[in-house]
């Protein structure tokens, strides 16, 4: 066994279960281990590398701002920090920006903002619940943890906090008795559920959510920590619907490989959070914001068009292959229900060189937006070997 693995079998913390490969560098979609072996990734460290490996030109962004001025407090401004706060408003319509540091963090603002507009709107903490789906997945903090729809996430690390609420998915009855039966603030939905398996809401669930917030005076909040920054081939998954939600949690992808959170407020809260309220050492760090500023602004139509393009190609060479029972998903995340067992299907794509995730029983794929078409002709035909075997 080499050293790396050797070593975090000894001494990191298990608490996850890795595949056997140490990598070592990367360029584009393309990783190396330490004995120099190519994997073509279609995984982007979870929606993270937005434009692949060691990317060119966030990686100068990053290293201009290292030169220039690498941290300081949120005593101080600083021009990264506030220039991404501009662009995210100005391509969302949303008011004001809480950064923090991954998309728990990104959440358990977003919940901050709810309540604290509740408490500033009724004088009191009674409208506190949050209402969340059935199979959702919002974070790994005790109270992310709570508010994940998911019964296997609420053991161990009691007690949880209270006020999340979960309906079920793609039922407004469901969401609708919730709100109608308790004291709310907010219902806080994934456009696609993706660790809960790549599921996208319909079309008609997403606006119902929208209506039955707006009727009862709640807030609509989005959690795009995976479907965000390009993923589904718009800057954000809810643009594919047409609707404007009041808050908006996003992390993963914006910061394209450096840790980053921000939590998007509009018009409806954009006061409810004051000095004091909230804060974050790290949230804001002139270097992830130069880096996601970067990154933002070149999410265009163009590289919209490719995400499009290349998610075309895949459900096109995957749609109706041996042993795919069905493909969900939209843009680059995308979920492959199979016959086989989809942790084995990925541990041989390891061997052979292409790195995939699983989410729930399928086969999920979240390559970089820009991956080159021959790495991902060669990989998804690999794959389609794999899950035919
Ligand atoms: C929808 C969603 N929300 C929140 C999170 C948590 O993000 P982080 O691991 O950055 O805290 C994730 C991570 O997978 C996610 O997919």
Redesign the pocket.
């Known amino acids: 066994m080499n050293t790396i693995i050797q070593n975090d079998l000894t001494y990191v913390a298990g608490t996850y279960a890795r595949f056997p490969a140490a990598l070592v560098n990367g360029k584009g979609a393309k990783a190396y281990d330490e004995t120099g072996k190519e994997y073509i990734d279609l995984g982007s460290g979870?929606a993270v590398n937005t434009f692949g490996y060691s990317d060119e030109i966030w990686k100068n962004a990053v290293i201009n701002q290292i030169d220039a001025i690498s941290h300081t407090s949120n005593l101080y401004y600083t021009d990264p920090c506030t220039t991404l706060a501009k662009m995210l408003c100005e391509k969302t319509g949303m008011k004001k920006v809480f950064f923090g540091n991954?998309?728990?963090?990104?959440?358990e603002c977003a919940v901050k903002v709810a309540r604290k507009w509740a408490y500033e709107k009724y004088g009191d903490e009674s409208h506190n619940n949050v209402i969340t789906l059935i199979n959702?997945?919002?974070?790994?903090?005790i109270a992310?943890l709570s508010a994940t729809g998911q019964e296997h996430f609420h053991h161990f690390f009691g007690p949880f906090p209270e006020g999340f609420l979960y309906a079920e998915a793609n039922n407004l009855k469901s969401v609708r008795k919730l709100i109608e039966e308790n004291k709310c603030c907010a219902v806080l939905i994934?456009i696609i559920?993706?660790?809960g398996g790549v599921m996208p809401l319909s079309s008609s669930f997403i606006s119902g959510v929208q209506a039955l917030c707006s009727e009862n005076d709640l807030l609509f909040m989005v959690?795009?920590?995976?479907?965000g920054n390009g993923r589904t081939g718009e800057l954000f998954a809810y643009m594919n619907y047409g609707v404007q939600p009041d808050v908006v949690?996003t992390?993963?992808g914006l910061g394209g490989g450096l840790?980053i959170?921000a939590c998007l407020i509009g018009d409806k809260a954009k006061d409810a959070l004051k000095s004091g309220d909230h804060g974050s050492t790290f949230g804001g760090n002139p270097i992830a914001c130069a880096g996601a500023v970067s990154i933002l602004e070149r999410l265009t139509d163009d590289v919209m068009k490719g995400v499009k393009e290349r998610s075309s190609y895949i459900f096109d060479a995957l749609n109706g292959a041996k042993n795919v029972k069905s493909i969900s998903g939209i843009g680059l995340m995308i979920g492959i229900e199979v016959e086989g067992n989809a942790r084995e299907i990925v541990n041989r794509l390891l061997e052979r060189g292409v790195l995939a995730l699983t989410a729930k029983t399928k086969i999920r794929l979240l390559p970089p937006l820009n991956i080159d078409f021959d790495d991902l002709k060669k990989a998804i035909g690999i794959l389609k070997e794999e899950i035919a075997k």
């Open positions: 979870i991954s998309g728990a963090e990104a959440n959702s997945f919002h974070g790994r903090t992310m994934e559920q993706g660790e959690d795009e920590v995976q479907t949690s992390a993963k840790p959170g």
